[in-house]
Each structure stands twice: as structure tokens, then as C-alpha cells.
């Protein structure tokens, strides 16, 4: 039953039950043909998305997460219809969507609307705020109670944003502001689900934590059903009930956000969760956990037979290469497409000879074991006991150090401080006896003949005197350097 215009669809939100099946795909492929030559004969295709089956239960949100070029956002615009699908179904609340056409589609649309990723180019430059917001009450003919300005108001106040700024431009809101402006656009009718394309990766970091954060207290609210599709496996895991991890338009492994988290099954899905940073300071000695796969993504024109991953897998064997593994689910609510799955037993144990690519990236596996995990550990805590011990150990050096440089310095001034008055000593006699010399050399040299001993003995014989002169009380009579000097002006 078609919802009244009044309504916008709240009714239906309202009377959905919660855990009940609301969106179901089956076998879904999209396919983009490559033309050629004069007639644009088709060559090949672009296998986008190449047969995936999924549930979303009303009131839950469904991450998809996966390296670019998966197929996730064409996904996300075959289960709005924004593209008309290869092959395979879509039902939406048990109603086949898969080939309606546009104005068969237009009531649906009031219960599935999408969340753009780029905030800027999904916006019409030309068009007010108020214009954007309120396009989906004109193409649906839903006139809201209050009016439509009224409604259009209220939506900005409710993502956050000023009401007044509703005759302004995109080119006036800063790249959060636009993000939230499109939330508003989507939730102008109330829809029952949400198709979130990268709602935040054109987004900082903390603008991030603020439109995550306002998403899932509009669920809270509005009993929203969500579609996130994501690269940032921390806002996927805050946010969502259950993830579907995506690899060449395939769907390797769909379970629980716990159950995905703490022991995933498939070495895709491994290696992902391995390559995000824990910022842990206590981690720094030890061993890397980070697995570094092997190789390109291949091609989605050409894509492997078999296991798509066998190509950069450490685990792929020959059986790999010629049987595709089907989802099946090895544990309540994880399922996993793998022959020789993660943290489970082998599916296929008689197959035990690795391909030449396995044994290659074998070596690019870091630490995966539990006997590993629990050295790593051991390591940890081995080194976190050891750095108190070398800290107490360097203390006691340090003063040493400085207690055997203290006598150093002052030897080294004791030793340098007699020199320079010893030098002092030396020149100051030079000078006068320069001076006395001139005097007496004179009369020794016409009674001797030698000035040179004349004069010494004139230097000797004046600079005694002179000494006592100046410093009567340096040298008391009686003692021996008194004796030794009055028998030098005897000789003269």
C-alpha cells in the first residue's frame, strides 16, 4: 500500500519489525560491456559485481568493506536501482525491484535513498540549501505539516546545522557541512533504509567522529536500516552490526562485527585486519603482525578461475584454481567462501600441495601462529620487566661518571696554576735586570774583561739587596739563604 503524502513514509517506518527481512539479493552481477572498432562490436566486460547473495534485516546496519575496485559502490547503486542490474534479484520488504522501471520505481524511492560520497560534487552548485533539501517533497508531491521551508528547516537543526543558512549555497559549507547537508536530503522522507557510500572519507578526522556519531543517533531515532559502505575498518567496526568483506566483486566472508573481528576465517579478510595500526607504545619491540600480500588485485575484466584470492594467497592450492568456493556459513552467523579457511578446519584436507604462488607469499607472512603469538608476547613482557632494571642500572653510572671527572678538574687548575706564576717569575727578573746590567757591566769589564760574568755576578749581587729592599720581612736573619747571601758582596 502506497504511503498517504502526509505521511512521507513515516507510517511504514514506524510499522517495520525489527529483525525482519527488509532487503534480499540473490546472485546480483553488473557488468560494463567494452566496445571496439567502427561498430563498437562488444569485446569484453568489466565484471564489477559477479554474482553476490546478502540479507539486511531492518534496523541494522550492514558494513561492506574491501581494497578500490571490489565492486562495493556499484553494489550500493544496484540495491537503490541508480543502475539496472547484469543478472540476479533485489527485493526490497518482498517486492522484486530488480527491473521497475522509473515511474514504477518513484514510490520506492520514498524507502531507499542513498548518501553520496563526495560532499561537494553531490550537491548542484546552483541551487540553495533550501531548493536541495526540499526537491524530494516536490518530486514525490508530499507536502509536509507546516509547510515545506518549515520542514526543510527542522532537517538542518537536526543534522546539526543553522536554520537560517537555508537560502545559502553549497560553496558557503565547509566539507562536513555539505556531508551533512546530503544526510539531510536523505532523510527528508523518512526512508526506511539508507545506502551510505563513503560517508566520511572525504571527511577530516574529527568532522568524521561528529557525522559517524550523528548517523547512528538518527538510527536511534528513526529506526533507520544502513548500508555503509566504507575503507576505514574502525569506522565500519564502531558502527556496524554485521560486515561483508568484498574482493573482486565477490563476497569472501559476511559474519558478525565480533566474530569478524577476533577470528576471521578468510586470509583476505586476515590480511585486512592485519594491516591496521594499533597504537599501543608497549607494542614497539615486538614482532610485526602485519601480513604483506603478494601481487595486484587481477583484473576485473579477465578475474582468475576458481578462488579469486588463489593468486595471492599463502594458503591456495591446486583445488583452488579450478572450484570456486561457495558462501556457506561454518559457524552461526559467519559465512566464508574458502577452501582452506582461517581459525577453522580445513574444508579440504586431501588437498596439501601449495601452488608456487603460495610458497612465495608464505614468506611475506609475519607472525600467525599461536606458538609465535605467545614468543611475541613473552618478548613483550621480557623486555617491559627489562626497562626498570637497565634504568636503575645506568643511575649509579652517571655519578660515578661525575665523581671521577670532579678531582680531574681541579688537578688539572692545581697543576696549571704554579705554572703560570713560575713563568711570571722567570720574565719579571729579565726586565730589571736589563736595566742593572747596563750600570756595572761597564766597570767589570775593564777590571775582568768577561761582561758576561760581571754582569751575572752584577745581577746577582743587585737583585739580593733589592729583594731585601722590598721585602724586609721575607727572609729572617739567621737563617741559611741569610748566610749564603752576605758572602756574595765579600766576593766582590
Not at 579450478?322 to 552467523?333: M, S
Not at 706564576?421 to 720574565?427: E, I, L, R, S
Request: net charge negative.
Amino acid at each position: 500500500m502506497t504511503p498517504s503524502p502526509q505521511s512521507g513514509g513515516a507510517t511504514l517506518t514506524k510499522d517495520a519489525a525489527p529483525g525482519e527481512t527488509l532487503l534480499k539479493v540473490t546472485g546480483l552481477q553488473k557488468h560494463f560491456p567494452i566496445r571496439k572498432g567502427l561498430l563498437q562490436r562488444q569485446v569484453g566486460a568489466v565484471r564489477a559485481v559477479d554474482g553476490i547473495d546478502f540479507e539486511v534485516k531492518s534496523g541494522e546496519t550492514l558494513g561492506v568493506v574491501g581494497e578500490s575496485g571490489c565492486g562495493k559502490s556499484t553494489m550500493g547503486r544496484l540495491i537503490t536501482r541508480l543502475l539496472e542490474p547484469t543478472a540476479g534479484t533485489v527485493e526490497f520488504e518482498g517486492r522484486d525491484i530488480t527491473h521497475l522501471g522509473v515511474s514504477a520505481m518513484r514510490p520506492m524511492r520514498r524507502d531507499v535513498q542513498m548518501i553520496f560520497q563526495d560532499p561537494y560534487s553531490s550537491l548542484n552548485p546552483r541551487h540553495t540549501i533550501g531548493t536541495i533539501i526540499s526537491a524530494p517533497f516536490k518530486l514525490q508531491g508530499v507536502s509536509p505539516e507546516g509547510g515545506v521551508k518549515k520542514e526543510v528547516q527542522r532537517l538542518l537543526s537536526v543534522v546539526g546545522l543553522n536554520p537560517e543558512h537555508y537560502n545559502r549555497y553549497p560553496h558557503e559549507f565547509s566539507g562536513g557541512q555539505r556531508q551533512r547537508i546530503g544526510i539531510a536530503r536523505a532523510l527528508a522522507l523518512n526512508p526506511k533504509m539508507v545506502v551510505a557510500d563513503e560517508p566520511v572519507s572525504a571527511l577530516d578526522v574529527s568532522i568524521q567522529a561528529q557525522v559517524v556519531n550523528l548517523l547512528d543517533d538518527l538510527q536511534q531515532e528513526l529506526g533507520l536500516t544502513y548500508v555503509i559502505i566504507a575503507h576505514d575498518l574502525s569506522v565500519v567496526r564502531h558502527v556496524s552490526d554485521r560486515i561483508a568483506v568484498m574482493y573482486l566483486g565477490k563476497i569472501v566472508e559476511l559474519a558478525d562485527r565480533d566474530s569478524l573481528y577476533k577470528a576471521p576465517m578468510h586470509p583476505y579478510t586476515k590480511a585486512l585486519m592485519s594491516a591496521v595500526p594499533i597504537p599501543d607504545p608497549r607494542r614497539r619491540s615486538a614482532k610485526s603482525e602485519r601480513i604483506l600480500l603478494k601481487g595486484d588485485v587481477p583484473s576485473p575484466i579477465s578475474p582468475p578461475t576458481g578462488c579469486r584470492f588463489h593468486t595471492r594467497c599463502w594458503k591456495a592450492t591446486q583445488i583452488c584454481t579450478t572450484v570456486e568456493p561457495p558462501l556457506v556459513a561454518l559457524k552461526p552467523g559467519q559465512e566464508v567462501a574458502c577452501h582452506h579457511p582461517e581459525n577453522f578446519e580445513d574444508q579440504q584436507p586431501q588437498d596439501t600441495v601449495l601452488l608456487t604462488a603460495a610458497r612465495d607469499a608464505v614468506d611475506l607472512v609475519a607472525v600467525g601462529t599461536a606458538a609465535e603469538l605467545t614468543e611475541a608476547k613473552a618478548a613483550e613482557a621480557a623486555a617491559a620487566d627489562a626497562e626498570p632494571v637497565a634504568k636503575d642500572a645506568d643511575v649509579p653510572d652517571e655519578p660515578v661518571a661525575k665523581d671521577a671527572d670532579v678531582p680531574d678538574e681541579p688537578v688539572a687548575k692545581d697543576a696549571d696554576v704554579p705554572d703560570e706564576p713560575v713563568a711570571k717569575d722567570a720574565d719579571v727578573p729579565d726586565e730589571p735586570v736589563a736595566e742593572v746590567a747596563d750600570k756595572p757591566v761597564t766597570k767589570a769589564a775593564e777590571e775582568s774583561g768577561t761582561p758576561g760574568a760581571a754582569a751575572a755576578d752584577a745581577e746577582v749581587s743587585n737583585e739580593t739587596p733589592a729583594a731585601s729592599a722590598e721585602s724586609p720581612e721575607g727572609t729572617p736573619e739567621g737563617t741559611p739563604e741569610a748566610d749564603t747571601d752576605r758572602p756574595e758582596p765579600t766576593e766582590k
